[in-house]
């Protein structure tokens, strides 16, 4: 999809990681040509950790989410205008994509803006008085309940129906078989008739903690995926209608398995995955101005160049790190600056730039692992949904499922133990990973002024990436817990105890009076 990367002072110049490589999440770092390798042979060891893959596509590539992704042929080619032979030409297009990507108009929230503790009394209200109405006195009974409780009619009507309809699915689901016999017009409609008699503060949390996931789906976290297919389209000069309506198409043999992409279709966190590309692109240049007039003798100044150098090249940088603790001088990073140009452009990036900039923010990278990683997380996700989470993601919450997630899911030690237990990544993989993340952030927030708080966990990364799974799995309603307690009434009385008495035997002595 790009040139070749980068290589060290005085070697030749390794190819560009391929696809499968790019997915590693040690950036292929372990060539075969002296550089230390994994625990295995690079040649030889298995998926992801391999550069290599397999001829049969097998249960496990199927999930490979970067398959038939590729800068060099259109994914759009019916949208593609002529090619540009000039690199200034190109980045003059991209800079206008950009532009429209980031003044595009955002749909409308789902999630209302008024307070649950406003809602609620309303629709206590409405519950005792809609029901067996008419269905045209029912709306003109929300109407004026809205009214009254200062909120808006259109607002509330849609928060009235989407509570009822939630409440009447959950609690009465239409038996397999069974002829449903819909209400008539004189009984109102359904979604009205169910707020009455139902746990209605259960039932508004939940409708306001899915409508804020659903809003939180067009502007998901971006992944190496979904920064690939961005490349292509501004490499090729896509309009930014044509990336967030239509699919991209794939080419090549990978097109039997995904023929279609539409990681894009809908999406509109693209202005902040641009705005990482252009901290990257600024963070590499003011770095090597300051680089290069650096002076040797503080610890860190290595340090800050090799976040620098990670950038745009972080295979480079690997490498340099993987000589070993003082070997890496400055006066090499100084050589190596000069002698690789920063992009002038994020269009110029290369693919294992993008990763670097995943990497550094905790974004997936769509390998198959992570389906099964994605798995294993999901599993948990019921039992992390309790009322208080439900409650902070009614109110607008956005972190509270992943506060809840990050200690109840399984860590990122766990999972790759589950996945890959006969092949882990080498130890000094990933310390070169931890290290230049924390490099190449600092380097970001000294030079570019953009500070990165990446991802904690996997886990965290998942519910940012797909916030729609979370809405399938986590916040699904019991139907007996929307019905309201039974109110505990007197308790009846407790019958003595009849115990048997054991026959006595006849008084000896003489009678008693009075017996």
Known sequence: MSTADDGLPGRRLPPDVNRAALGRRDHGFFDREGSPRGQRDLAHARLPWTGTRPRRVGSATVHDRTLGLSRTTTMWPAHTPPALARGRDIR??????????????RPDPTRPTVAPGRLLPALHETATHVRGKPARGQLAVVRRIAVSHRLESAMFLDVAFGVGTLIARASAPPAAGRRVVRPGR???????????????????????????????????????????????????????????????????????????????????????????????????????????????????????ALGVLHATHPTLAAQLVLRGPGQVRLADLQTVAHRFPPPAHPVELTDTALKAVCDRNGWLLGTPDERHHRELVERVLPDTMTGEIRSRLAHGDS????????????????????????????????????????????????????HITPHP???????????????????????????????????????????????????????????
């Open 399 to 450: 972190a509270a499922l992943a506060d809840a997630v990050r200690h109840a899911a399984p860590s990122d030690a766990d999972l790759d133990a589950r996945t890959h237990r006969w092949d882990p990544a080498a130890e000094d993989a990933v310390q070169v990973r931890q290290l230049l993340g924390e490099a190449s952030r600092e380097a970001h927030a000294r030079f570019a002024g953009w």
């Open 457 to 515: 966990t996997r886990a965290v990364a998942f519910l940012g990436r797909f916030p729609d799974r979370v809405l399938r799995r986590a916040l699904a309603v019991d139907p007996q817990e929307l019905r309201p307690p039974t109110p505990a009434g007197p308790a009846p009385p407790r019958p003595e105890p009849s115990i048997p008495l054991p026959d006595l035997p006849a008084w000896p002595g003489p009678p008693i009076p009075g017996m």
């Open 186 to 304: 004189a009984e109102g409609r359904a979604s009205l008739n169910a707020l009455h008699g139902a746990n209605l503060p259960l039932a508004l949390d939940t409708y306001l903690a899915r409508a804020h996931l659903r809003d939180s789906i067009p502007v998901a976290d971006p992944d190496l995926p979904r920064l690939w297919l961005l490349a292509n389209a501004l490499t090729h000069g896509i309009p930014a209608e044509v990336i967030l309506t239509e699919p991209a198409a794939v080419h090549g043999p990978d097109a039997a398995i995904h023929p279609q992409r539409a990681d894009l279709v809908g999406w509109h966190g693209m202005s902040h995955a641009v705005a990482e590309l252009d901290a990257a692109v600024l963070t590499a240049a003011e770095g090597r101005r300051w680089l290069a007039h650096a002076q040797p003798g503080r610890g860190d100044t290595v340090l800050l």
């Open 92 to 105: 003059r297009r991209a800079a206008d994509i950009i532009n429209d990507l980031r003044t595009h108009p």
